[in-house]
């Protein structure tokens, strides 16, 4: 006889937190701000806490379903795309003046676009399998170097991928760098900084769900979504 499947009170309200953050850390990139000397997307102020729920997810929910969120994350983030897009090419109202500054916001360019699926999938899903095979070999043990290791591979990989398919060729090759260094830095701090309210945060949700998965004979092929 089957055990029917156990129920979590709190996974999709983190999912919902962790797409959330996704879809309004891709709106905010469009503006490239100065912090610290540090040039990069305004994205920077949401767009971690995205990963930090991605290791809490994976942390307590396991590589499977965390697999589940990151999709619909993306299926969320094409959707914000289409409609963003619908918006800007629509005829605006005769007394309505302000359709350049809303397509400079708003009007994903496809190459933008792109560069943020592809980054998000490969980021999500490295942060999410290191931390899986982390925990494993560490036997759960150092929640801190996991959360960190993980992003460090995750946003590292994203950080690359976004602004080389965004913005090579656009900005100059220094430009790039910097933008690049700049934000895998400040990511990487903003994970540091952020270790001990991830520990609350992940010690709260095991408490409560009463569940503390480890991945063992999971199949990480991120395609492979039940």
């Not at 397509?103 to 360019?109: D, P, Q, R, V």
């Not at 942060?127 to 992003?151: A, D, E, P, Q």
């Not at 080389?164 to 260094?181: C, E, H, K, S, Y």
Request: glycine share 6%.
């Amino acid at each position: 006889m089957k055990t029917a499947p156990k129920g979590y009170r709190y996974f999709h309200g983190v999912a919902m937190l962790f797409i959330a953050m996704l879809l309004i850390g891709n709106t905010l990139a469009v503006k490239i701000i100065t912090f610290w000397g540090f040039s990069l997307p305004a994205g920077i102020i949401c767009f971690p806490i995205a990963y930090i729920i991605n290791d809490a997810l994976t942390e307590v929910y396991g590589y499977e379903k965390t697999r589940s969120v990151i999709w619909w994350g993306f299926l969320s983030l094409a959707l914000m795309s289409f409609f963003y897009y619908i918006a800007t090419i629509l005829t605006p109202a005769v007394f309505w003046q302000d359709q350049e500054s809303f397509s400079k916001i708003f009007g994903f360019a496809p190459r933008i676009a792109f560069a943020s699926f592809i980054a998000f999938l490969v980021g999500s899903f490295l942060n999410s399998y290191v931390m899986s095979i982390m925990k494993l070999k560490m036997k759960g043990k150092k929640l801190w170097m996991r959360t960190i290791g993980s992003t460090i591979i995750g946003e590292g990989a994203d950080s690359i991928i976004f602004n080389i398919i965004a913005f090579a060729g656009i900005f100059a090759f220094n430009d790039l760098i910097t933008i690049i260094v700049s934000g895998f830095i400040l990511k990487t701090l903003y994970e540091v900084i952020a270790t001990p309210l991830t520990y609350l945060f992940v010690s709260w949700l095991k408490k409560k769900e009463e569940e503390d998965k480890y991945d063992v004979e999971v199949n990480y092929n991120p395609f492979k979504v039940k």
